[in-house]
DNA sequence: TCTGGGGTCCTCAGACGA
DNA sequence: TCTGTCGTCTGAGGACCC
């Protein structure tokens, strides 16, 4: 079983695949940039508090892994070149590569910039050779290598497209059949003898309970009584691990997932303690959550402000407004309400602002709240002009100063 | 060791109305 | 009228993912 299989083999293909793309952020880092190809390069916060997000072959092979701290992955290597990272970049190069993707089949669910979830039932060819013809044209059009699991249902295909993957070596990625198949029909003989962290879904936190009642591998979890391990981790947790271990997983792939939350957040270089720079941040930080949420025509109705201390307690505070907001003024003014109720004398590490609930900003009964957002609606939309025309950085909130009659007005900097 | 940023989903508790 | 129950909504937090 798995592997690179030819489909002149009697046992039967499951039609779901799981594209994962190898070291995303820093192959295509390597892309512009040749001359650190072979080297230990990793992208993510250099400074003090920074973490990993994305380790070259060879950094890990000295152990560095994403969400690393910096400060342990430059310990671990001293040579490892840090790079700052370009979200603008990735998106690009993701949307390329969902393209391609979405010429094997429409049914294409990204699940995060490097990957994605594709259903080629009703594609040409067997889903086999679909994985190996995904790969070839990701690597000959953008450079980027990636791996494909192909199984019946999602879970075990996302097992295997890890499966697939090479080995990190200092020398650089080794080995790694690039297409691991599960074949139907052998998935509970696959799974069983599986550690149960190898399951989707089961973090440390997890892992502690299940190992505390005896249960290591996957083929113990599939065994055991639903009742006894719904007990130990909750109804709906419960269930759905008792099914993946059993190989049950159901969920379709779904393309054109909408957005159910916009956040933003950030973290200091060092803990703020007073509500003017909390407050001055939050400007920045809703007027970005904002944006966003115009661009891709939605509005949200629960605002929520997330304060992380500088002992790493990490607490919430949200309200539920009247209406959808899709506006920098109103978010920030409801942010800085929830956050006076927030003593920060202790330090601040991390804030963030969070809008759920989001729906299409449509029609619907203005409330008073809803009309004095409305009148800077207007404004919004003509900073997005602005923006568009002359880029992101042309015009800024003055929430940094926030003084002026709205607290945080518009202004251009220097 | 010391933990980013952006998400999703789940659980639990309290308030509230039927 | 009072009390208990149930369902729903909201808010807070935890766990997990990449």
Redesign the pocket.
């Known amino acids: 079983m798995g592997g690179s299989r030819s489909d002149s083999e009697q046992t039967r293909s499951g039609s779901i695949l799981h594209v994962?793309m190898d070291a995303?952020f820093v192959s295509v880092e390597q892309l512009r940039r040749p001359e650190l190809k072979g080297l230990p390069v990793a992208v993510?916060?250099p400074g003090?508090?920074?973490?990993?997000?994305?380790a070259s072959y060879e950094a890990r092979a000295f152990g560095v892994h994403?969400?690393?701290?910096?400060?342990?992955a430059r310990?671990l290597c001293p040579e490892i070149v840090f790079l700052p990272g370009d979200?603008q970049l990735y998106q690009e190069v993701s949307e390329r590569i969902m393209a391609i993707l979405r010429s094997f089949t429409p049914l294409v669910e990204p699940?995060?910039?490097?990957?994605a979830f594709l259903d080629v039932s009703g594609a040409r060819g067997s889903p086999v050779e679909i994985g190996h013809s995904i790969r070839r044209q990701v690597r000959d059009d953008e450079g980027i290598n990636c791996a494909v699991g192909v199984a019946a249902v999602k879970f075990l295909a996302?097992l295997g497209s890890?499966l697939a993957k090479p080995e990190p070596t200092p020398q650089g990625p080794s080995g790694g059949v690039g297409v691991f198949e599960v074949p139907v029909g052998e998935e509970r003989a696959f799974l069983s003898p599986r550690p149960v962290?190898d399951?989707?879904?089961?973090?440390?936190?997890?892992?502690?309970?299940l190992d505390g009642i005896g249960i290591s591998t996957i083929g113990e979890l599939a065994e055991f009584p639903f009742e006894r391990l719904?007990a130990v981790?909750?109804?709906?947790?419960?269930?759905?691990l008792h099914d993946l271990a059993n190989a049950v997983d159901p969920r379709p792939v779904i393309p054109n997932?909408?957005?159910?939350?916009?956040?933003?957040?950030?973290?200091?270089p060092r803990d703020l303690h007073t509500h003017e720079e909390l407050g001055a941040v939050l400007v920045a930080?809703s007027d970005?959550?904002a944006s966003?949420l115009r661009s891709s025509e939605l509005a949200g109705?629960?605002v929520?402000?997330?304060?992380?201390f500088g002992?790493?307690?990490?607490?919430?505070?949200?309200?539920?407004l009247a209406g959808p907001v899709d506006s920098g003024v109103v978010l920030a003014r409801e942010a800085k309400r929830?956050l006076e109720?927030v003593d920060v004398a202790a330090g601040v590490?991390?804030i963030?602002v969070?809008v759920?609930?989001?729906e299409e900003p449509g029609q619907r009964q203005l409330s008073l709240e809803d009309v004095q957002a409305t009148s800077w609606h207007d404004v919004d939309r003509a900073v997005d002009r602005i923006r568009g025309r002359f880029g992101s950085e042309a015009i800024q909130t003055g929430g940094a100063s926030d003084t002026g009659p709205r607290g945080g007005g518009w202004i251009r900097p220097n």
């Open positions: 994962d995303f993510g916060g003090s508090r920074g973490v990993v997000a994305s994403s969400a690393m701290p910096a400060v342990r310990r979200h699940l995060s910039l490097d990957e996302k890890k962290g399951i989707w879904g089961v973090g440390p936190a997890t892992l502690a309970r719904a981790v909750g109804n709906a947790h419960g269930k759905h997932t909408a957005p159910k939350s916009m956040s933003r957040e950030q973290t200091f930080l970005s959550v966003r109705r629960t929520t402000l997330k304060v992380r002992d790493f307690t990490t607490i919430t505070r949200s309200h539920t929830l109720e590490r991390l963030g969070g759920s609930e989001l």
